[in-house]
């Protein structure tokens, strides 16, 4: 017999037959009985247990969907109060510091980043040509004054010339007229009554010539010799004269228009030729600054001058600046610009303009110094509620 049990005769004998043999009966007999799993039956507490998790999911959902839908109506309703942008920045009036008449810079008592009040002295010119340009025009006014008054004693004494000759040209028409009556009674010679003649003649002259004198002393005098010399075309020029004098010797001196800080000091020099109107350096005014905003149009629905706004600027996170809005501007930057969109071409394609807001800043005492140019953002507050009736 083999190994397994079975006698070679069987081996060589043919195929095997189903039927096992002794030795496997004993150890299938001898192995454990596999654990068979019988199906159970879901009980009547298990089927209402599975009902009630499906209802809970089911109203979980539910719920969950009321909430976005009441959560959103709600956020819709509280919004489109506020119009904001970050598109804005601190602007303030920044001057370029000139002058309208030219000079050598002769002082300069203020420094860089210094803060000046309006009046203070920001630099000078030399004022010695100045000086003598002040001088000049007064003593042309001195001497105005005299020939005008000169003019007028001229004038007077051409009158009484007038006058005098006016008597002798009178009394010489008497004699001729005398002379005339005896020559032809023979009481006087001929050559008398020439005399006579030749004599008038001369003196008609003479009170013509006169009479010219005074025509040209009045027109010097403006053709009225009865008015105050102050109000005499000559007097009144060299006023003007002097009025110009003075103020080129004022403006030789330099003042702040404003408060201010002053920037950029060092491009001027002591020593320096200045032409009329050249820049000397920079004047920021500290005291009124404004935010220049530029939100969309299409939040400006509800935005009205006099609204509150608040100011949040980059440089300073965390600290509020309040303001109101002061102006909304009548056209938008595209109509300022240099070359305006065309929209009559067939390729036009619709975009949201800017329109530049000014929101003036209420500064207080402990507020931070700001600069022009500051990144802020602006909230303006137009208290708009929306309704449901916006939404049909």
Known sequence: MSADGASPSDLQTGPRSDAPTPREVETIADAPA??????????????????????????????????????????????????????????????????????????IPVQEGEHVTKGQVLFRLDPLKFQIALDNARANLAQTVLNLDSLKADYAHVQRQVAAQQAMVHEDQTTYDRYAMLVKQGGITQLQFDDARYKLDADQASLGADNAQVQSALARLGGRADIPVADMPAYKQAQAQLAEAEREWRHATVRAPFNGMVTQV??????????????????????????AAEPKETNLTY??????????????????????VQSIAPATDQEFSVLPAQNSSGNWVKVVQRVPVRVDIHQG????????????????????RRTLADLF
Do not use: C
Request: no cysteine.
């Open 365 to 384: 005492r402990n507020d931070p110094p700001l600069s022009a140019g500051m990144s802020v953002e602006v909230s303006i507050d137009t208290h708009h």
């Open 303 to 324: 935005a009205r001058l006099g609204q509150s706004a608040t100011v949040t600027v980059d440089t300073y996170p965390g600290h509020v600046w309040h303001g109101t």
């Open 34 to 107: 596999p654990r068979v799993r019988r199906a159970t039956q879901p009980g009547p507490r298990a089927s209402v247990r599975e009902r009630s998790r499906r209802l809970l999911r089911y109203s979980l959902f539910a719920l969950g969907a009321i909430v976005l839908i009441v959560g959103g109506l709600l956020y819709w309703l509280s919004g489109g109060r506020y119009v904001e942008t970050d598109d804005a920045y601190v602007q303030a009036n920044v001057l370029t510091v000139s002058t309208d008449v030219s000079g050598i810079v002769d002082q």
């Open 266 to 291: 060092n491009k001027l020099q002591p020593g320096q030729y200045l032409p009329a109107g050249t820049a000397a350096f920079g004047l920021v005014e500290t005291d009124d600054m404004w935010v």
